[in-house]
């Protein structure tokens, strides 16, 4: 089992800055990739960027040079630094966790609950 926690949301001025944190807790898994997705109207949520275990990142196209993801494995906490904050970018951020099954290396996804991210015009 694994509990899934983001923060950080809120409303923002267009080119404002946001910083999402999330934190994943677990004592049977190993966390091995993170990412950010954001959901806009609709069902479909789309990647924002993501961060294997040893701090390798992707990004997606339209955030490239305004979002930095990193991470604290220490702390199995990652986090989303958003600079010049654009009103396209409103949306419910979730954080996603990819994990493995010590011994059969089975993976599973887990998700946080979303945080709601405003950027005002």
């Known amino acids: 089992q694994v509990q899934v926690v983001e923060s950080g949301g809120g409303l923002v001025q267009a080119g404002g800055s946001l910083r999402l944190s999330c934190t994943a807790s677990?004592?049977?898994?190993?966390?091995?990739?993170m990412a950010w997705y954001r959901q806009f109207p609709g069902p479909r949520r789309e990647l924002v960027a993501t961060?294997?275990?040893?701090?390798?990142?992707n990004y997606a196209e339209n955030v490239k040079g305004r979002f930095t993801i990193s991470r604290d494995n220490a702390n199995n906490t990652m986090y989303l630094q958003m600079n010049s904050l654009k009103p396209d970018d409103t949306s419910v951020y979730y954080c996603?966790?990819?994990?493995?099954?010590?011994?059969?290396?089975?993976?599973?996804?887990?998700w946080g609950q979303g945080t709601q991210v405003t950027v005002s015009s």
């Open positions: 996603y966790v990819g994990v493995v099954e010590p011994g059969s290396l089975r993976g599973y996804q887990y």
């Open positions: 677990t004592s049977i898994f190993s966390i091995k990739d």
């Open positions: 961060i294997t275990s040893g701090g390798s990142t």
